[in-house]
């Protein structure tokens, strides 16, 4: 079924974010269709969501299984000041984690930096794109990709490492009242402390206190993750004793 966007709105309590909607049945990303959009002044807040994406993309340049009508894939746009933008890499895997506990009672966790993930399994990924203009951001594209009723044991190349709410719950989840539930917690981290987000964020981590790998285009580095810093770069302790801050990659939990 389609998405209701009037039951959408009427759940939304935001001043700007998802206040304008652009609503596709099917696009090849809405990364795309968002930045065509922003190129265009569209203003902060606006919600590019589509039901179905023939390329949706993840981090990595990997692709993000994307069938149509059962999901949420949706970007926003947003033109945070310099300081703010380093945030939202934690404030969008927060809204959806605090979005699926408060619609269906889960606890999800955050694989560093903004994977979110249900027993081992992950459930949302979030693609950040931006785009500078001399030494200023012009804008942000936040790209949150959520996992609802899908009928995920169908799709075998991600079955294993992949899940969705209706695999969790054994029932659908209204992706409506998600949504909604997601734009409002999105907005009000958006603006809040940026200490109070990083706080938040950290204690959802999943990563902390393990050895990792972490790859980031040809570079590998191994060690304890021990903490985040202020910035939500990782703090790696190598089997040396010394200690990296990594700002961005792939992790990988060691056996
Ligand atoms: C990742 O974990 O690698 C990020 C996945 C992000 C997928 C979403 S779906 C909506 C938006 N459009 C895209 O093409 N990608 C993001």
């Known amino acids: ?5 009037r039951a959408l709105e009427e759940r939304l309590e935001t001043r700007y974010v998802g206040r ?4 596709l049945t099917s696009t090849t990303s809405t990364q795309d269709v968002a930045r065509a959009e922003a190129e265009a002044d569209a203003p902060e807040g606006t919600a590019v969501i589509s039901e179905e ?3 949706g993309r993840g981090r990595f340049g990997r692709s993000w299984v994307s069938p149509s009508g059962a999901n949420l894939y949706f970007t926003l746009i947003m033109r945070p000041e310099a300081r703010r933008a380093r945030a939202l890499g934690m404030v969008a895997p927060l809204a959806v984690t605090e979005a699926v506990e408060q619609v269906t009672g889960l606890s999800p966790r955050i694989k560093w930096p903004n994977d979110v993930i249900v027993e081992g399994r992950k459930l949302a990924g979030v693609l950040i794109e ?6 200023s951001l012009k804008y942000a594209l936040v790209g949150p990709g959520v996992n609802v ?8 190349e991600i079955a294993g490492i992949a899940t969705s709410l209706k695999r969790e719950l054994g029932r659908e989840t209204s992706r409506e009242e998600l949504l909604a539930m997601l734009l409002n917690r999105f907005e ?3 603006e809040s402390d940026i200490t109070d987000v990083v706080q938040r964020w950290r204690l959802r981590l999943d990563t902390l206190g393990q050895r990792v790998r972490v790859t980031f285009r040809d570079q590998v580095q191994e060690g304890l993750a021990e903490d985040v810093d202020a910035d939500g770069n990782l703090v790696l302790v190598q089997a040396d004793g010394k200690r990296v801050l990594i700002e961005a ?4 939990i060691r056996g």
């Not at 304008?20 to 609503?23: A, D, G, K």
């Open 53 to 55: 994406q023939t390329k």
């Open 20 to 23: 304008r909607v652009i609503y």
């Open 149 to 156: 009723n899908f009928d995920i044991e169908d799709t075998s």
């Open 1 to 5: 079924m389609w998405l209701n966007l």
């Open 249 to 252: 990659g792939e992790v990988t």
């Open 188 to 190: 009000k981290l958006y």
């Open 130 to 135: 931006t785009e500078v203009q001399g030494q």
